[in-house]
């Protein structure tokens, strides 16, 4: 059974850091590419950063990019998101996903359940 578990979401203050862990089971983690998304109320699900097999090929959307660095441990089936200089506009719902290509618009992705990040001012 394909599992994928966020952790590590919390409420901090802006300019914090933060880290989120997705750890998984029941399929090759090192055969995906595993990505971070985000939803914040009342918005779209969007892409916040992707990393290819071997995390040689790395994607962060604007908005966080020289703030969030992901990464990916293969032996333990686990990929990180740090988050430093947290902004306001960071607090969402986050989630890791897993895709052979990287392609996540279709069904043939799997999700976490989401870890909460709220930011105070």
């Known amino acids: 059974q394909v599992q994928l578990a966020e952790s590590g979401g919390g409420l901090v203050q802006e300019g914090d850091s933060l880290r989120l862990s997705c750890a998984t089971s029941?399929?090759?983690?090192?055969?995906?590419?595993m990505g971070w998304f985000r939803q914040a109320v009342g918005k779209d699900r969007e892409f916040v950063a992707a990393?290819?097999?071997?995390?040689?090929?790395?994607y962060y959307s604007d908005s966080v990019k020289g703030r969030f660095t992901v990464s990916r441990d293969n032996d333990k089936a686990t990929t990180y998101l740090q988050m430093n200089n947290v902004k306001h506009e960071d607090a969402a719902v986050y989630y890791c996903?897993?895709?052979?290509?990287?392609?996540?618009?279709?069904?043939?992705?799997?999700w976490g359940k989401g870890t909460l990040v709220s930011v105070s001012s």
């Open positions: 996903a897993a895709n052979h290509f990287g392609e996540w618009g279709g069904d043939n992705v799997y």
């Open positions: 990393l290819s097999w071997r995390g040689g090929t790395i």
């Open positions: 029941g399929f090759d983690f090192s055969d995906y590419v």
